[in-house]
């Protein structure tokens, strides 16, 4: 097979390290939303009714937006094999009550309306916000421990060794930006359901979009200035080999020097920060203007913006580790071999854009405010 | 069962996979059944045909919901407890589950949020493609998955790379079309239809036995019997190609599932009963069916089907020679750089590289392979036969419902081509006890599928014994207690609100469809 030779090896891994960070901001700008809208139901629908308009402006796409996730999974697996190893085994316990909270979810979408009984669709209302809050949490938690470095190892087989505990993990550094997660995905799920709804459902996710998008602007402040303080960062100190073989040993990294050496090198990089903060800004006078579909849209770039902050800060650093910096995950040793990248990139670029066209489609279709009077007369939504 | 890491890992991903399959297999045919009554309803503009796409289709989102909740713990499940296994095998097996996503997954539930909120907002077409959509990305799904799953079972199409210890990729077309994973596709998703066929033929049946609905029903076991008989053949047919395949590929699993220790001068008998006996590693109080064994397995009448004992001596022959391939890739490994491997060692890979696995399984006994005794060679070898007694019944309760099933699908295909399904109110009742076998066939497969692969995660490449997480006892017992909690939980709610929409019926109740149709089409206009 000599196909595949036509892109290098080192810029097949550049281009996953993109498209890693393309699915992790798809699965955050579509399914984020969803998350953001569990974690507001109980608050801003107080009856019935409010509750099951709320849960109709996402009821027919989260479980497509939900994929996003899944494919986060299956493309980190395929395309940074050493990364979904060490990350889903290392965070064990806080990776089993993500998947416990996204349980909940799906099972919470469609079983709570079949039944006419309040303490059944209070249980599953409170089950919903479990599985958008604390997935929002956690992940945060999770981007939170790996800006500051794994504790875990690696012997000469490649074999997974972890030092750290559960408790471990909810550092006051992790924790912060587990509160920048829930804030962002919160003002993104106020203003879908801003878009979605009328009346008093609509004012009350404003108010908390309004309120959540200043609370982003301040805690992605205060993170990257603890950042700045608190956190030392990684940098490699050997001659490095870009298409060398994906073996993390074969390295040397020293701690210290910071995770903002990338800006001072390549100062246009500071466009993912900015765009952070200039996103959430515009996203709260939107809101404040009363336009809709502009609060969406920002929001969307100001997740854009604070998640790439994060890739940009660390690379060529996928997974730093703390315990042994030298078996830290970068771009140049932990992908996957030069031909599956190239293969499932083909796969991506053939269907991404299909997938990207349909989920269009299918938001045009149901383009519009979710009518409480159609929810009531039982036609045309489902929940 | 000892409560060692490995014993609990393996636990956890086996109630979490048999759990998932419990709602798979539904949403697989089902979602067929609903994408061919809607094509009737579209084709001919009868609008009974719509009411039972609606009616299934609730039923079918029931279902869907728990498959998806199930599904996203096996996809992340691999990384959290077999991290071992994901580094070592990531290259590959990694590639079908992401193109699943993308390719399968994404369409599927995609579309099947227009498929319920979609009846009002599109036109019919529009809706019948969304249906479609669903089907064919719930099918798909399934096809990446046994690409996955077969590589496991017959790892092609790779090979061993010593600089980054892991399988690589060397022919990605030969993952894709192993035959094995072909034949596994196609049986699976066959057994999933006969399971929805069963679903429909037997809540169908009970509203005639209760005199309702009496027209969705009539039409529903219609659409049920045939598709359920086309099923129930194919299952059959391409498990016997599976059992084939086996024959060629996993020798060791074909020689447990049918307890033969020794080999027989061909073609083989076929062991219809007995009790096998692993310690001492005989059969005892065989029935035997001559001829038939080796027909079935080598579909000849000159071909030895080797039997355990005799495969046993061979993987003690690829011990040996997986010990040659440890020692030269701890040369390697000590040589640094490619050009300063000697020739000899090279070589030395070269020749038994792809037996290096059977090296790992020393691993349980000492730390460095080329160590081992004669003893634990033997010991190593004898570890590579998987308990026979539960292979050998799971097996047979399989195939004995697939025969089943096609006398029972073919019996209602005749009552409905008569049209006298009506006629015997006891074979009606037979079809609502039914509803569940399946359901036991399905997991009895995955049972033989995957216990039958032990003691290797990877047949002939991986243990199951080195693919664990560095993980705590407690940890993984803690999960275990957690995951069976919420879907036995999960589980009992939704065969709850099966029940009540079974009983709640399709909207609207109790009319006969003759004086539905034009006050529907009148209020339609």
Redesign the interface.
Known sequence: MILHELISYDILRVIWWVLLGVILIGFAVTDGFDLGVGALLPFVARNDIERRVVINTVGPVWEGNQVWLILGGGAIFAAWPQLYAVSFSGFYLAMFAILFALILRPVGFKYRSKIEDPTWRSSWDWALFIGGFVPALILGVAVGNVLQGVPFRLDEDLRIFYDGTFFGLLNPFALLCGLLSVAMLVMHGAAWIVLKTEGVVAQRARRVGEVASLLTILLFALGGVALWLFVGGYRITSPIDMVGPSNPLLKTVATGGGWFANYAAHPWMLIAPALGFVGAVACYVNAKAGREIGTLLWSKLSIFGIISTVGVSMFPFILPSSADPRAGLAVWDASSSHLTLFIMLVVTVIFLPIVLAYTAWVYRVLWGKVDEQAIRDDSGHAY | MELDIVSLSRLQFALTALYHFLFVPLTLGLSVLLAIMETVYVMTGRLIWRQMTKFWGTLF??N???G??????M??Q????W??Y??YV??????P???????A???E??????F???????SKVGHLIATY?VAAGSNFSALWILIANGWMQNPVGSQF?P????M?????YEVLFNSVAQAKFVHTVSAGYVAASFFVLGVSAWYMLKGRHIELAKRSMTVAASFGLAASLSVVVLGDESGYLSSEHQKMKLAAIEAMWETEPAPAAFTLFGIPDQAARETRYAIRIPWVMGLIGTRTLTEEIPGIKEQVDLAKLRIEQGIQAFDALQKI?AAGSTTAIPEDVRNAFEENGTRLGYALLLKRYVDDPRTATPEQIEKAAWDTVPMVAPLFWTFRIMVGLGMLFILLSATFFALSSLRKLDRYPWLLKVAVAFIILPWIAIECGWFVAEYGRQPWIIEGVLPTAAAV???GVT?VL??II?FVA?YTT?LI?ELK?ML??IRKGPEPDDEPEAQLAPAQLVAAE
Not at chain 2, 68 to 73: D, N, Q, R, Y
Not at chain 2, 78 to 81: K, V
Not at chain 2, 168 to 172: G, K, N, Q
């Open positions: 989102g029931i869907f919901v728990l998806v909740a199930t599904g996203i713990v996809e992340f691999f990384g959290m407890n991290s071992y994901s580094h990531g290259d590959i097996f990694g590639a589950l992401a193109i699943e996503g993308l390719m997954f994404f369409l539930a995609t579309f099947v949020g227009l319920f909120f979609g009846w009002d907002r599109l959509a790379n600089q980054t210890m892991r690589e990729v060397a022919d990605f490994r997480s560095d993980l940890t803690l999960t957690g919420i999960l709610i609100l009540r929409a």
